[in-house]
Nanobody
Framework: QVQLVESGGGLVQPGGSLRLSCAAS????????MGWYRQAPGKQRELVAT???????NYADSVKGRFTISRDNAKNTVYLQMNSLKPEDTAVYYC???????????WGQGTQVTVSS
């Protein structure tokens, strides 16, 4: 069992920045792809960004150039730096850890990000 705990969400004005963190309960980074997903009210959960164990990254088109995903294996933590935030970025952001061998995944509880003036 792997537990993921997100933090760093909050209320920010358009154009502002936030950094989300996701801490894993144990060392899983050697074989896990870590990712951030988000779900806005009335919408399906969607991919934001992923980073593999070999540090290959992938981003949704809507966040390219504004968001950066990174990981610190020593701290069992993955980050999402969000810049130039827009109201349409408002959502609950979820951390995901997916075993690259078995494809089994774990989810965090989510953290709310609200972009509003």
């Amino acid at each position: 069992q792997v537990q993921l705990v997100e933090s760093g969400g909050g209320l920010v004005q358009p154009g502002g920045s936030l950094r989300l963190s996701c801490a894993a309960s144990r060392s899983i980074f050697n074989i896990y792809t870590m990712g951030w997903y988000r779900q806005a009210p009335g919408k399906q959960r969607e991919l934001v960004a992923t980073i593999t164990s070999s540090i290959s990254t992938n981003y949704a088109d809507s966040v390219k150039g504004r968001f950066t995903i990174s990981r610190d294996n020593a701290k069992n933590t993955v980050y999402l730096q969000m810049n130039s935030l827009k109201p349409e970025d408002t959502a609950v952001y979820y951390c995901n850890a997916r075993n690259e061998l078995t494809k089994y995944g774990y989810w965090g509880q989510g953290t709310q990000v609200t972009v509003s003036s």
